[in-house]
């Protein structure tokens, strides 16, 4: 078999990249906090278990949620994925709370060979960036992407940017923080993402000034947990009471956004209770939604984004196979995006899981 390098230059090679940030069909899902356990399914799987399925593009590893931890090194949380509190086998670092991850490692770089990018998520509901941001990005940098540093959590693997998910105000030095990033990101030899998101009242409050501000390639809009402006509002009379996919866009339009050119993604759980119930809407209600959507925005829409993995893949029908399916039906892209190197690379998931059985 073909060392996964090998796969990913013959990929660029043939054009079929799976990830194609113009296009207007991506599908990103938040995976680690295994929320559909607290709704009784099956407890999440190691991230490369859901790398052969070609419907999701965009991984986004969540959390990292403390900034600053023992040691002065920030704390990951992907609930029963190397979880070091509950599994005493799971290493951590000398002198810090920072955990040593080589499967997701491994991970990684298979969900990568497989055309997908994978982003790591910084915040959560309780995360705050009032540390130095400078000293964070650099140390996001050594600790994840090209950087160095002995205590790297998924070893050699290179995550292909970072996603910024505050949930708390008060975050007085995201912008610096981001700019910083997008500087590291230069200096780089990959494409790198600095990614978003927001809540989906307008200006939101937490990560507005980010997005009028800072270099953001896309935002991951939630319009759920919000009321008015939620999924479940979507075609009802607007402001003050429809989902506001149209003021993004007007806000887009009118050159809101740092980069006039950031894609917007629209949120949705994908699960009765992943979120909000009342936010909830059927595989079926959001499919339409997105097609009109995706008919009526040309130039604005990236895609859908889904919180998260557990609920997505423990739902019936499959969330994220209708909702990609969905997306398909006016993507711009062809119908080979999000299908590079679906021939044989070995699943490290996988093949660990047989291992131990
Ligand atoms: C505990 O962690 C070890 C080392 O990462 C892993 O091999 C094992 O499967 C984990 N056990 C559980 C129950 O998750
Ligand atoms: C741009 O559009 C947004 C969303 O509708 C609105 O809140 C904002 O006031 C507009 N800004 C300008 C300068 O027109
Ligand atoms: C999409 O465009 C159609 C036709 O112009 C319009 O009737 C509909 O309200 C638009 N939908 C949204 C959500 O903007």
Same mark, same amino acid.
């Given at each position: 078999?073909?060392?996964?390098?090998?796969?990913?230059?013959?990929?660029?090679?043939?054009?079929?990249?799976?990830?194609?940030?113009?296009?207007?069909?991506?599908?990103?899902?938040?995976?680690?906090?295994?929320?559909?356990?607290?709704?009784?399914?099956?407890?999440?799987?190691?991230?490369?278990?859901?790398?052969?399925?070609?419907?999701?593009?965009?991984?986004?590893?969540?959390?990292?949620?403390?900034?600053?931890?023992?040691?002065?090194?920030?704390?990951?949380?992907?609930?029963?994925?190397?979880?070091?509190?509950?599994?005493?086998?799971?290493?951590?670092?000398?002198?810090?709370?920072?955990?040593?991850?080589?499967?997701?490692?491994?991970?990684?770089?298979?969900?990568?060979?497989?055309?997908?990018?994978?982003?790591?998520?910084?915040?959560?509901?309780?995360?705050?960036?009032?540390?130095?941001?400078?000293?964070?990005?650099?140390?996001?940098?050594?600790?994840?992407?090209?950087?160095?540093?002995?205590?790297?959590?998924?070893?050699?693997?290179?995550?292909?940017?970072?996603?910024?998910?505050?949930?708390? *105000? =008060?975050?007085?030095?995201?912008?610096? @923080? /981001?700019?910083?990033?997008?500087? +590291?990101?230069?200096?780089? #030899?990959?494409?790198?993402?600095?990614?978003?998101?927001?809540?989906?009242?307008?200006?939101?409050?937490?990560?507005?000034?980010?997005?009028?501000?800072?270099?953001?390639?896309?935002?991951?809009?939630?319009?759920?947990?919000?009321?008015?402006?939620?999924?479940?509002?979507?075609?009802?009379?607007?402001?003050?009471?429809?989902?506001?996919?149209?003021?993004?866009?007007?806000?887009?339009?009118?050159?809101?956004?740092?980069?006039?050119?950031?894609?917007?993604?629209?949120?949705?759980?994908?699960?009765?209770?992943?979120?909000?119930? *009342? =936010?909830?809407?059927?595989?079926?209600? @959001? /499919?339409?939604?997105?097609?009109? +959507?995706?008919?009526?925005? #040309?130039?604005?829409?990236?895609?859908?984004?889904?919180?998260?993995?557990?609920?997505?893949?423990?739902?019936?029908?499959?969330?994220?196979?209708?909702?990609?399916?969905?997306?398909?039906?006016?993507?711009?892209?062809?119908?080979?995006?999000?299908?590079?190197?679906?021939?044989?690379?070995?699943?490290?998931?996988?093949?660990?899981?047989?291992?131990?059985?």
């Amino acid at each position: 078999m073909l060392p996964t390098i090998i796969l990913g230059l013959l990929c660029a090679a043939l054009g079929v990249l799976g990830f194609d940030i113009s296009c207007n069909s991506n599908l990103a899902v938040y995976w680690g906090q295994n929320s559909g356990a607290s709704g009784s399914l099956p407890y999440q799987k190691p991230l490369g278990a859901y790398c052969d399925d070609s419907n999701v593009d965009i991984i986004l590893l969540s959390f990292l949620y403390i900034l600053k931890g023992t040691g002065g090194y920030p704390v990951l949380n992907f609930a029963n994925i190397c979880d070091y509190t509950t599994n005493s086998s799971v290493p951590v670092f000398p002198g810090t709370q920072l955990m040593h991850c080589p499967d997701m490692g491994r991970d990684i770089k298979y969900c990568q060979s497989k055309g997908k990018v994978v982003l790591l998520s910084i915040g959560g509901a309780t995360a705050q960036l009032n540390s130095d941001a400078a000293t964070f990005s650099q140390q996001v940098w050594d600790l994840f992407m090209e950087g160095s540093s002995p205590y790297r959590p998924f070893d050699d693997a290179i995550i292909d940017g970072v996603d910024l998910d505050f949930e708390q *105000s =008060s975050q007085m030095n995201i912008i610096q @923080f /981001a700019n910083n990033m997008n500087q +590291l990101f230069k200096s780089g #030899t990959r494409k790198y993402y600095l990614t978003a998101a927001p809540q989906c009242p307008f200006p939101d409050a937490n990560l507005g000034n980010l997005l009028a501000q800072a270099h953001v390639d896309m935002a991951f809009i939630q319009f759920y947990n919000s009321g008015w402006c939620d999924n479940s509002k979507y075609g009802l009379p607007r402001w003050p009471q429809s989902m506001n996919y149209y003021m993004w866009d007007a806000a887009w339009r009118n050159s809101s956004f740092a980069n006039p050119n950031m894609k917007l993604y629209v949120g949705a759980t994908a699960g009765q209770n992943a979120g909000n119930p *009342s =936010s909830y809407v059927s595989p079926d209600f @959001f /499919a339409s939604e997105l097609q009109e +959507l995706q008919g009526n925005y #040309t130039d604005s829409f990236g895609g859908a984004m889904l919180w998260d993995m557990s609920w997505a893949y423990g739902s019936t029908p499959n969330y994220a196979t209708s909702t990609k399916q969905a997306l398909m039906r006016g993507s711009k892209c062809g119908s080979t995006q999000g299908n590079c190197c679906s021939s044989k690379v070995p699943n490290p998931s996988l093949s660990r899981r047989r291992r131990s059985s």
